[in-house]
């Protein structure tokens, strides 16, 4: 999955790779925007690992890599709200 990326400074179109359904990536914090998203979905993985295989550490560690990647996503986010 492929999307485009307008670079602030000079209007140009960038390729990003990889990009999330759903996500908009544009702007300098694209690429922050889409590893918050894939770290997202790492944790996501995780947690339902660690729930199908009954670990409970695995879980949580899931938990907290969403909680934590969720966190900084939220932070770019208003960090880019401020900006324009």
């Given at each position: 999955m492929?999307?485009?990326v307008a670079s602030a400074s000079s209007g140009a179109e960038q390729l990003v790779r990889h990009?999330?359904?759903g996500v908009e990536v544009r702007g300098r914090?694209?690429?922050k925007k889409v590893k918050?998203?894939?770290k997202t979905t790492k944790g996501k993985v995780k947690?339902?690992?660690g729930n199908a295989v009954r670990n409970e550490s695995l879980e949580a560690k899931g938990r907290g890599e969403q909680?934590?990647?969720d966190?900084?996503?939220t932070a770019?986010?208003?960090k880019d709200t401020l900006k324009h």
């Open positions: 492929r999307a485009t990009a999330p359904r914090g694209a690429g918050n998203v894939a947690e339902t690992t909680a934590l990647a966190a900084k996503q770019q986010k208003a």
